[in-house]
């Protein structure tokens, strides 16, 4: 017996619900699944099938999302969107940095093994899928070209905004939000290649390896990790960030094979 089966679906999660906002108004929930203490809503968006969740800060919290994404719907790829510290020379507040690395800023099993490499995998970095990483800078290039239509020119003008820049690199994770300028000087001192610090990727990235799912990954640049990194951080996460993963979503799963 032959059996016909839609495509599966495309994952995202974002750590809290300010960065996901915009993009749950595009996708109102055609079900709705809790599952590990977290709600899962399934829509389409473009004709392709979308499972969405928050999973909340830090790498454990990130870890048992994407495990339960995986087994219970068994994505084909997932996308995390959210906010990041900018470390990196040139990577200001309101720009995009899209990963094509993770690595856990706070690992150190030394002198056991390298810094920062995670034990028995024999790895220090996780590369994201690079098809699906070259398509997401491509959608950010494009959907972010205007973002005064995205924002609204108020929005522009409170945060000092000017067009978001999108890099593409490195991004650091670890159990630490970054808001002193030591702290920081620190990162990027260890690792100059560092373009942003968040909570999250590196964990979803070591889940998405080790099921082979395809995983990537964008951050706005919410705060530059030093001493003002907490400065109107929730009104940032929604009026400006929300709006740019919306777009950059919208375009993306317009130009992923359905
Ligand atoms: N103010 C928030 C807490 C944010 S924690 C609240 O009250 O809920 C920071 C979140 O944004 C994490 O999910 C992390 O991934 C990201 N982030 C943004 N800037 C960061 C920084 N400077 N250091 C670490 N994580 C950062």
């Known amino acids: 017996m032959t059996t016909t089966s839609s495509p599966a679906p495309i994952g995202i999660i974002s750590a809290l619900r300010d960065e996901l906002s915009a993009v ?10 809790r599952i590990a203490n977290r709600s ?32 219970r719907y068994g994505v084909r790829a997932i996308v ?32 056991l093994f390298a810094r920062h490499e995670v034990p028995l995998y024999g790895l220090t970095r996780f590369r994201t899928d690079t098809p699906l990483s070259d398509t997401l800078a491509a959608a950010a290039r494009q959907a972010l070209s205007e973002p005064v239509g995205l924002l609204g020119a108020q929005a522009m003008q409170d945060f000092g905004l000017h067009t978001p820049q999108v890099h593409e690199g490195l991004i650091l994770s670890g159990d630490q939000f970054i808001n002193t300028a030591q702290d920081s000087v620190r990162l990027v001192a260890e690792l ?67």
């Not at 001493?227 to 929730?234: K, W």
Request: proline share 5%; aromatic share 6%; charged share 15%.
């Open 24 to 33: 749950l108004l595009r996708m109102p929930p055609e079900s709705r699944q």
């Open 192 to 258: 100059p290649d560092a373009l942003a610090v968040e909570m999250e990727g590196a964990a979803v990235a070591q889940v998405c390896h080790d099921y082979g799912v395809p995983f990537a990954a964008m951050r706005t640049i919410s705060d530059r990790a030093d001493d003002n990194a907490h400065v109107d951080f929730p009104r940032f996460t929604e009026q400006v960030a929300s709006h740019y993963s919306a777009a950059v979503l919208d375009t993306l799963l317009a130009q992923l094979p359905a």
């Open 80 to 111: 995390f969107t959210g906010v990041a510290g900018g470390l990196g020379e040139g990577v200001q507040v309101g720009d995009l940095v899209v990963a094509r690395s993770f690595l856990q800023h706070d690992l150190n099993a030394s002198p």
């Open 40 to 71: 899962f809503r399934q829509c389409h968006w473009h004709g392709q099938q979308v499972v969405a969740v928050l999973s909340r800060i830090g790498k454990v919290a990130a870890a048992t999302t994407a495990t339960a994404m995986i087994e």
